[in-house]
C-alpha cells in the first residue's frame, strides 16, 4: 500500500457481525490509515442480528470520534410482527442515543421476501418523513448482481447461502427498482446513499439516469465480486462517470472484523482500482484502474460521506445503556439456537459499556 496517495479516508460501510472482533477491526483501519469507521447494522436481517445495534453503541463507546453508527429496524422480537412496526419511533430513539443514520438491507432479496413489505409501502411514509426532515443518512441495499436471478450465471457459494432468486418466489431485481424510485417519487429530498453501487456496475447509462434523475442520490463502492471486474470492461467509460458525478460516490469496503485473507486484498482492490491507472490481478479477476485525479479521491474518501453526515455524534450513555439492557431482557424470550447468539452478544456487549461505571 506505499504506493498509494496518503490522504484522510473514512470507510463508510462495514459491519460488525462478532462483537468480540471490535478491536481487529478497528485495529484493521487503523493499520490502512482510516480516521474514521461506519458501523452499519441490520437487525431486520432475522433474529440472530438483534444484537447489532448494541453492539455498534459498544463500538461508539470504545472508540469515540471515530466511529459512525448506522442503527437498523428491528422487525422479528417476539412481541413484535414486521408490518406492524413502528419504524419512524424506531429511528427517533436511535438518533436519541446518538446514532448518526439509519442502515436499511429491506431490499436485499431475501429480506424483502422475509418482510413482505414492498420498499415503497406506507408503513415507511413517517420514517421517510422523519428522515428527509432531519437529512438523516440512510445507507440502502437494494438488489444484488444481476447473475443471482439466472440458474446457470449464478456461482454455487452464493446458491449455498440462499441467494439464488430465480425460482419465481422473489422480487426481481426490476421490481426493487421500481419500489424505490417510487419511493423517492414520495420523498426526493432523502438523504441516501445506496450499497454496492446499487448493483449497477453493468449499466453506465443507467447509472448516469439515476444520478440525474434523483439529484440527492449517492452510490457506495463497497466490492461485490461482479462490481470491479465489471467497471474494469470499460474503464475510460467509468472514469468519466465516477469523474462527473465525484460528488455522489462514497468510499466503503463491507469489512466485518472477522478474520480474513481477503481482508486486506479487498481493501488494496478499491484503492488501486481508483488511484491506479493500469491493469492488475484481484485473486482471479483481471481489474482495471481508472485513475482518479487527486481532488476527485478526496471527495470519494471522506468529502462526500463527510457532506451528508457531519462529524461522529456523540453517545447519550444513559440512554444507550438503557437500551442495551432492554434488549438484554427482551432477548431472554428469543428461541435457541439465534437467541443464544444474542444473548451471548449483549452479555459481552454491557460487560464492556458496563465496566468504565462500575470503576
Known amino acids: 500500500m506505499s504506493d498509494l496517495a496518503k490522504m484522510k479516508i473514512i470507510d463508510a460501510h462495514q459491519h460488525l457481525h462478532d462483537v468480540r472482533r471490535l478491536d481487529d477491526l478497528m485495529a484493521l483501519g487503523r493499520e490502512f490509515g482510516y480516521d474514521a469507521v461506519t458501523i452499519a447494522c441490520w437487525p431486520c436481517g432475522g433474529v440472530a442480528n438483534l444484537a447489532q445495534n448494541a453492539g455498534a453503541i459498544l463500538a461508539k463507546a470504545a472508540y469515540p470520534g471515530r466511529v459512525y453508527a448506522f442503527g437498523g429496524l428491528e422487525y422479528h422480537w417476539p412481541d413484535a410482527a414486521p408490518d406492524r412496526i413502528d419504524p419512524a419511533s424506531q429511528l427517533e430513539e436511535l438518533l436519541a442515543i446518538g446514532f448518526d443514520g439509519l442502515k436499511m438491507l429491506e431490499g436485499k432479496p431475501t429480506v424483502r421476501k422475509d418482510l413482505g413489505i414492498a420498499l415503497d409501502a406506507p408503513l415507511y411514509d413517517g420514517l421517510f418523513t422523519l428522515c428527509q426532515e432531519r437529512q438523516t443518512p440512510i445507507l440502502y441495499h437494494v438488489a444484488d448482481p444481476e447473475g443471482f436471478w439466472d440458474g446457470e450465471k449464478v456461482p454455487q457459494w452464493a446458491v449455498n447461502r440462499g441467494w439464488f432468486y430465480g425460482d419465481g418466489s422473489y422480487p426481481t431485481k426490476q421490481q426493487l427498482y421500481d419500489e424505490v424510485e417510487a419511493m423517492l417519487e414520495k420523498f426526493p429530498g432523502l438523504n441516501l446513499f445506496f450499497a454496492h453501487f446499487y448493483f449497477k456496475s453493468m449499466d453506465p447509462a443507467g447509472t448516469e439516469a439515476i444520478f440525474e434523475r434523483f439529484p440527492t442520490v449517492c452510490f457506495d463502492i463497497c466490492p461485490g465480486t461482479e462490481m470491479y471486474p465489471n467497471f474494469s470492461i470499460a474503464p475510460d467509460e467509468w472514469r468519466d462517470i465516477f469523474t462527473r458525478y465525484q460528488d ?9 472484523g472477522k478474520p480474513s485473507p481477503e481482508a486486506r486484498p479487498r481493501m488494496e482492490l478499491v484503492r488501486r482500482f481508483l488511484e491506479t491507472d493500469e491493469p492488475f490481478d484481484y485473486y482471479r479477476m483481471k481489474i482495471h484502474g481508472i485513475g482518479l485525479a487527486k481532488a476527485v479521491l478526496e471527495k470519494i474518501y471522506h468529502k462526500n460521506f463527510e457532506r451528508l453526515t457531519g462529524q461522529p455524534e456523540p ?15 427482551r432477548a431472554g424470550a428469543l428461541p435457541a439456537p439465534a437467541g443464544d447468539k444474542v444473548r451471548e452478544a449483549l452479555e459481552h456487549i454491557l460487560s464492556r459499556l458496563e465496566a468504565p461505571l462500575a470503576r
Open 248 to 256: 455522489r460516490i462514497i468510499y466503503g469496503t463491507d469489512l466485518t
Open 315 to 329: 453517545l447519550e450513555m444513559e440512554r444507550a445503556l438503557g437500551h442495551c439492557r432492554q434488549t438484554s431482557e
